[in-house]
């Protein structure tokens, strides 16, 4: 072998070699690691996981989406002057609130759902309560909204059993279930003296005495909702609310509300919606209803009409040709609910609406809910507590709302029409009073409507429907998803399953207001 | 069976190295030359062989060729050389190796249609084309750059069968292209793109792929744009799995083999290719010019809040020149003056520039007798249609060859490219310039005091405060002080370096390593000015508090493929040839995304971080994933008519789970060449007849990431708190890869003289197991899980016809169609499902996959009607209502795609035209939806003819509460604007049927005097024009549109139409 022909040689066995090098090199073993995510962990601290949760709900019920420009405006606080669409209750199909029924439930529930496994695996309740009051008090909105909803199956592709079809429960065994969480919740927060949130915790600072006086307050909303229905259940689980360990809201200090940072990534959703929109107006119905009574509240709740300076409404269900006339001489929210400078119109628009909070329950509705079981003798209470308690939810109102003259609020409750007359006429001054005082939250406002035909309301002027509707037609999500079970709960409903069709404790017959 | 694969190539990689080389001669034989056609013109990919010692090489864009073959294989005998090249008659001399080099130039006469000739394969490997078993098709340099397009891709409209491309009307915007069809529900559908043997990226900047952050619906286009095709000398679409197989999974949907310029040996040479040419919006919609802006007739400007003036549609007062109150009236004593309310039928039109496109390309050849290289520099400017807007891309290419003795061949290029963009055009909704600007919009408004005035403040016309001069302060920004203050900046700088060895271990075999890299920095810059009203994800993207905003971006991409391959050839008779190569591929790539979002910056015009006034939102991501592969190919041919060749290979993927990641697949295809098979066959009719069948399958990986669902954080904290939340999609620890398989038939038969050529294919492919995202009912906790599941069809057919209809000097024309058909089926999704989601808008229409149903089932509700007559039932108003649930409106897939390619030759000038037409299949129009609900299209104009509600509109139809026949007079505006509110598709879905003129090129060859004087083979100047003009009947749009290359197609809303550009091109050729 001639030397040329030994390099020609080692060339080609190097060339070899290097094949089968790279095949080896290629080593198969080591790919799994190549597609460890190093974006996004597989486990999070539950702490940061309430944070999210708590402000993704709040942000569903409380935001724009279902409250502001839906709910609200079935509910008649607000009209809209453009885009009228859902003034005229065509917001209550399937589509429009999809978003809102798959993000409670993805956003979070699922999320509590897991603050909660992890509260009971350290058999803290002080991680673990808090996330079943907060389920507790979102599931309240879902079923209120559209009836029969997943509950005991729901949440649970993640589980051993990894339900992908969650069956629908009917409502009753849905606020049998909220009655026994929340009794279980309250008595265990009372109990612990553990604080596993703390400043992860937008509401309470994980106060668990806080939280256990939230679990009771909401208990006590829970069982007077469902009074027409099941009076005895009511009863005793109004009385388990006002008697159990730890007690229910007692000042305007208790309220469970969440303070928006207002740093312009997490602003109050209202104040984010009109930073953009114009195209609220306030309701007739509800200025009306201020104005009549000389409501120190409407300077708060409104501004003063562009054109006029005056607090005027529009009515609901305008055409946008008619809504037009409305658009400088209504008023428009009130400046609370603004952010800071807005673009679209020169001042007087502008307020401190990006930290104002959302109030998930207040002290006021507490009041109210207090003096109608004294007037109709639930939970131990007697009619002859009702007064007390209906000027207590006024006053927490005022107060709640910045009017703090205890002058002005006087003069306001000595008014002839709003002084507390007993009986059914009591009743239907505590339904009103409680229409005005949950402004901001138009769920709550729109349940009780329904449960006591209180403020009378009237039809909207345009309207897709002969009624004010009276629950959401079930998601497209759901429906394409999760046909089977969907079909079950609306045939359950009843054989003419649409808007008007009431849940199981909308029972207006049972209602003394609605008679 | 992973561990036995590579083992068996260890052990065939130890056999290889133990083969004795060959003696190396000590003085070799340099051939070398040049092919031309007959007048004189370079021939360019023309194979110059010298058969009986299996050497040779191909021509360079001069035609020069050059190769050297070893004095101990020369010999001083005398052997044949032959030139051939695909559409040209074979030419075959005799030369004498002597030992010194030997010179021989070809002049070959053009028979453009002869099945003979080599194109270039799967694997970069030169093949004949009568043994080809699959389906492609090859564009040369020349064909592809007849004119000046933005793209590569968009060169190829009308040019090649099977495949369908959509451009749009943005400058440097996305194109998508897709061969035979789509087979993946939520991935990729786009074809592999091959450059010189190594995979590149055509990564999706478009619009909605792109809608995170405050970067929102703006079309920065798809990377593959960064390739020059004055640097290309061939496109070959490889059109099936088929013909990829052998490229790995990215290629079940096609392949585009890119294949660039290489440099010559010899003196050196210069090439200058340049043009410039003018650019017009080509369509605009039909605006109407009697009503202004406002509402129930109404409107009157005071300062944002008076009548009406908030309002952005066009349903107000009569424009007669009655007196009122306008954005741009004088402002005396602080109030308004009322000026004439009149139309300004321009003020759309007006705002559109007159783009210049303009591009040149310079390059250098040459070389040694054992070296080549080639340098180009290339550069282009496009000032876009749209004021202050434009793209600017520099690139330059280094290639060169170097021959170290006669065994080793070295190759190497680096290809730079930077791209510079200012305010690439939004479209769609949120930030489309169209939709923010002119579908909602007052016809009235003069667009000259918005021009004029954009650099003033809301002052001038009692606006609020902190905004500038505009004519609407509650939706829009003046389109003037939107373009130029608040600029919007991204550049790419983008490598694409690769470098290959080659070496001849023997007459037989050879070997091949090759390692390319693929790298680019991609960084988006946004800055906001203070007053800008944009919305993204539903908040403003400048908090009102604050001084302006910004987002910055930034991505870095690479991608490594080495190669080693081993090829044997061998003619065991002269009856009997084989062809095998064996390899191995490792690849792997890295991607990473940084955005920073600042939403309020303290003072006014300083765009970065250190002056956030709000908390910057930040975010980002990286994707790793790595892929190793082993392949083969052999191909057999028998007595030089009949071929087998069989492919094979096995991938390993990173992304998925370790048990599932290991994937075989196979090909299997034949030709044969009937007319020598049979000679009889041939004669004056049938020039030639060849018949090819095959069958292929490929597997498919996931994207990086899916097995194991995250909780995903928040850069943002929530009063100082972090934040996680579970991801609402179940991932799949279980995950396997996706299969396609195809089965395809084709024939090529060449009639009279091959005068008449025949290219059709007819094939079947279906793609399961795909990995795909379907709906959980959101009460699980999540809102989707991933699967295998579902099965998606495609069928079709396409084809070629080439017919040389004049060949007598100095008249030549020929006229070239291609057609295809493809039907795409969802035959099946995971069982229990109906239907996936792919896109919706506003309620009205959503594009799904249905099981059933056509790929791209566009949904919709529809008009409510009666079942008997057929008449819409109506409200109790006489109003519109939808049907109950989504109606079926047709599938966003064309029934058939048409080229018609025509070039006439008259001596020195040549004319050749490009004709596209897409006929079938639907779309939904966005812009016409609500162009009539906000009434600035003209036709809104019926039924306001002499007020704005009279006559109005009794609409025929019937009540359906009552069952009567409607009676109701409604306005012109309710008649509208109720199939808005009701989400009613059904008027606007429309048939996407189109014929486009999309290329014509009148070029002159310059006398050779001329030329000469020039130091050139041939100097040519040309006019030339693209989308000259389009036929549809589609009202108010262009119907070609894409907002991204991804599956969210056939929805359009507020595009920019594709320009119309009238040009000239220089080119000089040494």
Known sequence: MNMTNRIQARLIAAVGGLLAMTVAGCDNSKLPTVNNNPNAPTSAPATAVFTNAVESAVGTWLGSGYDLRDISLLIQHFAENQYIGNDQYRGVNATSLNGTFSGSYQNALEDFQIVARAGTAATDPSLKDPAIVMQTWDFGYLTDTWGDIPYSQALAADSSASVTLPAYDPQQQIYNSFFSKLSTAATELAATSKNALGAADPIYNGDPKKWAKFANSLLARDALRIVNADQATADKELKAAFSEAGGVFTSNADNAQLNWPGDGVFNNPWAVNFASRDDDRMSKTLIDTLNHYKDPRVAVYAMPAQATGLYAGQPNGLTNTTAVAYSDTASRPGAVFYPGAVAYSNSPLGGSGNSAPSYLMTYAELEFIKAEAAERGLGGLTPAEAAADYYAGITASMQQWGITNAATISAYESQPEVVYQSGLAGLKQIALQKWIALYSDGGQAWFEWRRTCTPNLQLAVVHAFSYIPRRVLYPTDEQSANGANVAIAMSRAGSSYDNSTPVWWDKTSAAPTCQ | ?1070
């Open chain 2, 1 to 1070: 069976m992973q561990s036995h694969l590579w083992r068996q190539l260890a052990r065939a990689g130890a056999a290889i190295a133990l083969i004795p080389g060959v003696i190396v001669a000590q003085q070799a034989t340099t051939v070398t030359g040049r092919v031309t056609t007959e007048t004189g013109t370079p021939l360019q990919g023309a194979s110059v062989t010298i058969p009986s010692l299996s050497v040779g090489t191909y021509t360079n864009q001069d035609g020069r060729y050059t190769f050297s073959v070893s004095a101990a294989r020369s010999a001083g005998q005398t052997v044949a050389l032959s030139a051939r090249r695909i559409g040209y008659v074979p030419k075959t001399t005799t030369i004498a190796l002597s030992g010194s080099t030997v010179s021989q130039d070809f002049s070959l006469v053009a028979a453009p249609t002869q099945l003979t000739g080599v194109v270039i394969s799967a694997l970069g490997v030169a093949k004949e084309k009568s043994q080809l078993g699959t389906a492609q098709q090859e564009v040369s340099g020349q064909q592809l750059n007849v004119t000046f397009a933005p793209n590569i891709e968009s060169q190829l409209d009308g040019k090649v069968s099977g495949v369908n491309i959509v451009g749009n009307g943005t400058q440097g915007g996305t194109t998508s292209i897709t061969i035979r069809g789509y087979t993946s529900i939520t991935g990729n559908n786009q074809p592999l793109f091959v450059v010189d043997g190594v995979p590149v990226t055509n990564a999706d900047y478009g619009s909605q792929q792109y809608g995170g952050g405050l970067v929102g619906n703006k079309d920065y286009g798809n990377a593959i744009q960064d390739l020059n095709s004055n640097d290309v000398a061939s496109v070959t679409v490889l059109k099936g799995p088929n013909a990829a197989a052998i490229y790995g999974s990215r290629a079940a949907n096609g392949a585009i083999i890119i294949t660039t310029k290489r440099g010559s040996t010899g003196n050196t040479r210069m090439d200058v290719a340049s043009s410039v040419s003018f650019d017009r919006a080509s369509r605009l919609p039909d605006f109407q010019n009697q009503y202004g802006q406002g509402s129930a007739g109404q409107f009157k400007w005071v300062n944002g809040l008076g009548v009406l003036d908030g309002n952005d549609q066009s349903y107000g007062p009569k424009t007669d020149g009655r007196l009122l109150a306008q954005f741009d009236s004088p402002i005396v004593n602080g109030a308004s003056q009322p000026t004439p309310f009149i139309a300004h039928p321009n003020n759309v039109s007006s705002f559109f520039n007159t783009g210049k496109t303009a591009d040149a390309t310079v390059s250098f050849t040459g070389g040694t007798e054992h070296s080549a290289a080639r340098i180009s520099l290339s550069g282009e400017n496009v000032d876009g249609i749209i004021p202050n807007s434009y793209l600017r891309r520099l690139g330059g290419i280094a290639a060169g060859t170097l021959t170290a003795g006669t065994h080793l061949t070295l190759n190497g290029s680096l290809n730079y490219v930077r791209n510079d963009g200012l305010n690439r055009p939004g479209q769609g909704y949120g930030n489309g310039i169209m939709e923010a600007m002119f579908v909602w919009f007052g016809r009235q408004v003069d667009m000259n005091s918005l021009k004029a005035n954009w650099t003033k403040s809301a002052a001038l016309n009692n606006g609020p405060n902190n905004r500038e001069y505009n004519w609407n302060y509650s939706y829009h920004n003046n389109p003037y002080w939107m373009m130029y203050a608040n600029p919007e900046t991204d550049t790419r700088d983008r490598i694409i370096a690769n470098g290959s060895a080659e070496y001849q271990f023997t007459d037989w075999l050879k070997g091949q390593l090759r390692t390319g890299t693929d790298t680019y920095r991609y960084n988006i810059f946004n800055a906001y000015a203070e007053g800008n009203i944009e919305l993204n994800n539903g908040s403003r993207t400048v908090d009102p508090a604050y001084n302006g905003a910004f987002a910055n971006l930034g991505d870095t991409f690479t991608e490594n493929n080495t190669d080693l391959m081993v090829t044997a050839t061998h003619d065991f008779t002269s009856h009997f040839n084989v062809n095998a190569s064996v390899g191995g591929n490792r690849r792997y790539s890295s991607f990473q995304d940084n955005e920073v979002d600042v939403h309020g910056i303290t003072v006014a015009g300083i765009y970065n971080v250190s002056n956030a006034g709000l908390a910057p939102v930040n975010s980002g991501y990286t994707n790793n994933l790595a892929v190793n592969s082993v392949y083969g190919d052999a191909t057999v041919t028998f007595n030089g008519w009949w071929t087998v060749e069989g492919t094979a290979r096995n991938d390993w993927s990173s992304t998925l789970p370790a048990k599932n990641n290991s994937y075989f697949y196979p090909s299997l295809n034949t030709s044969v060449l009937l007319t020598d098979a049979l000679p009889s066959l041939k004669g004056s009719v049938v020039s030639y007849l060849k018949l090819r069948g095959g069958t292929a399958r490929v597997g498919n990986d996931a994207a990086p990431y899916q097995l194991f669902t995250t909780y995903v954080g928040n850069a943002s904290k929530f009063a100082g708190q972090p934040l996680f939340s579970l991801s609402n999609t179940q991932l799949n620890p279980n995950l396997k890869p996706e299969t396609t398989v195809s089965n395809e038939g084709g024939l090529e038969l060449g009639l009279f003289d091959s005068r008449l050529t025949l290219d059709a294919s007819i094939y079947d492919k279906y793609t399961t197991d795909e990995i795909t995202s379907v709906a959980l009912p959101p009460s699980t906790g999540y809102g989707s899980k991933l699967v295998n599941a579902g099965k998606i069809d495609n069928r079709g057919y396409e084809a070629g016809l080439t017919f040389n209809v004049v060949q007598s000097r100095p008249w030549e024309w020929s006229s070239t169609v291609n057609f295809s058909h493809n039907r795409g089926k969802v035959v099946s999704l995971n069982p229990g499902l109906e239907d996936i989601q792919v896109t919706g808008f506003q309620g009205a229409v959503y594009l799904q996959e249905r099981v059933g149903k056509p790929f791209g089932a566009l949904m919709g509700y529809g008009i409510k009607r009666d079942s008997k007559t057929g008449l819409p039932l109506l409200d109790d108003n006489g109003l519109w209502q939808p049907t109950d649930t989504l109606q079926y409106m047709g599938t966003v897939q064309p029934d058939w795609l048409a080229g018609w390619v025509n070039t006439f030759r008259f001596g020195r000038a040549t004319l050749e035209a490009t004709i596209d037409i897409r006929h079938g299949g639907k779309i939904f129009s966005g812009t016409n939806f609500y162009g009539t609900a906000t009434g600035v299209l003209a036709s809104t104009l019926k039924g306001r003819e002499q007020d704005w509600d009279k006559p109005g509109w009794v609409i025929n139809g019937l009540i359906e509460s009552t069952g009567l026949k409607n009676t109701n007079n409604v306005t012109t505006e309710a008649y509208w604007q109720y199939l808005a509110y009701n989400n009613i598709a059904e008027p606007y879905v429309y048939n996407d049927t189109y014929l486009k003129l999309r290329e014509v090129r009148l070029g002159y060859d310059l006398p050779p005097g001329w030329a000469n004087k020039l130091h050139a083979t041939n100097a040519n100047i040309a006019l030339i024009g693209r989308n000259l003009l389009t036929s549809t009947k589609v009202p108010n749009i262009d119907p070609e549109f894409t907002y991204q290359t991804g599956n969210n197609q056939g929805i359009e809303y507020a595009t920019l139409p594709v320009p119309r550009s009238i040009g000239l091109s220089v080119h000089i050729t040494p």
